[in-house]
């Protein structure tokens, strides 16, 4: 019977706040990223008014997509200002 060495079994995974503890007490934590990732915006709350006609159409094509209203609202702004980006680097 072949023995396993310390080296070949399985480390012990540490979570995201004793990562912080170790980088709190000033210790290197470079080894615990990959850089492999992407680094996400942060996200900013808007309110925004809307007539009660324009949520009614909003929500039956939220009904017809199967996703949530605010899904809709952010595909469509998306949308539009990709839109836009294209037609100003066309004019311009």
Do not use: C, W
Not at 23 to 34: L, T
Not at 48 to 70: C, G, H, P, Y
């Amino acid at each position: 019977m072949k023995k396993i060495s310390k080296k070949t079994s399985k480390q012990k995974k540490i979570s995201a706040d004793d990562i912080a503890d170790l980088a709190d007490q000033g210790k290197n934590i470079s080894k615990f990223f990959s850089n492999s990732g992407s680094m996400k915006n942060p996200i900013q709350r808007v309110n925004v008014d809307f007539t009660v006609s324009m949520l009614k159409e909003l929500d039956k094509v939220a009904n017809e997509l199967n996703i949530s209203r605010q899904a809709v609202i952010k595909t469509y702004l998306r949308q539009a200002l990709d839109q836009h980006h294209i037609a100003k680097s066309k004019a311009g």
